[in-house]
């Protein structure tokens, strides 16, 4: 059962930022977000989590609401090579993923 | 660093064979997890194992699947007697197994049963 709702799918225009959301209203105290992609037909791609913070990485930077119940992930420069499914997912640390549907990103030249 | 390997990419059985599919995890990674994804399908968790250890097989089907992660060599996702709906994706994720760390995952072997 996944915890998390994700919109079914997404369009960003190429170069722009894409911010992709995620809702988690039933997230636990000790449970992180994480994200991660899948581009066709590859393994998935981990990007980036948090707790309770903001993070960023080279790839992307996670804002989290002070509640906790929503995220949301930003591509600062969305490219071609960055359509992909994008994955949101809440677990407690050393737990098992599970994967839900997902936001299906489309990039558009 | 050599990352998450599988192998092999991809794996042509015939119905009533057997499969026989390979993860070597990270360097230093301890936890094995396996997920399968069925064309145009979610990715679906199968079973997490440690060294020598199935931690979480709740993902696993009853029967013709088995998995181990033995102390020397890469973990073995076996399948008996194929059938076609047997034919996906199997991805293979390792982790240190400590702290808010994500996986690490492989390419994924493609079976085809044939």
């Known amino acids: 059962d996944a915890k998390t709702t994700q919109p079914t799918s997404m369009d960003c225009a190429e170069g722009r930022a894409a911010n992709l959301p995620c809702n988690h209203s039933?997230?636990?105290?000790?449970?992180?977000v994480y994200w991660y992609r899948q581009i066709h037909s590859q393994g998935p791609q981990y990007i980036i989590h948090?707790?309770?913070n903001n993070e960023t990485n080279e790839m992307a930077s996670l804002i989290i609401t002070e509640d906790r119940k929503s995220s949301t992930l930003i591509l600062p420069h969305a490219t071609l090579r960055d359509t992909a499914v994008y994955y949101c997912?809440?677990?407690?640390?050393?737990?098992?993923?599970?994967f839900g549907k997902g936001t299906r990103l489309h990039i558009l030249p | 660093n050599a990352g998450v390997m599988q192998n092999p990419r991809h794996l042509v059985r015939r119905r009533g064979q057997e499969a026989r599919l390979r993860c070597s995890p990270m360097?230093?990674?301890?936890?094995v997890y396996w997920y399968r994804q069925l064309p145009e399908e979610g990715l679906k968790f199968m079973v997490y194992?440690?060294?020598?250890?199935?931690?979480?097989e709740s993902g696993m089907p009853k029967e013709r699947f088995s998995a181990e992660f033995p102390k020397e060599g890469p973990s073995i996702l076996r399948i008996q007697q194929v059938v076609r709906g047997d034919s996906a994706a199997y991805f293979c994720?390792?982790?240190?197994?400590?702290?808010?760390?994500?996986?690490?995952f492989g390419s994924g072997t493609r079976l085809t049963v044939v």
């Open positions: 994720a390792s982790s240190p197994g400590q702290g808010a760390s994500g996986y690490t």
């Open positions: 039933t997230i636990s105290g000790n449970e992180y």
């Open positions: 948090g707790l309770k």
């Open positions: 997912i809440v677990r407690p640390r050393d737990d098992k993923i599970i």
């Open positions: 360097k230093g990674h301890s936890h």
């Open positions: 194992l440690q060294k020598e250890n199935i931690i979480d």
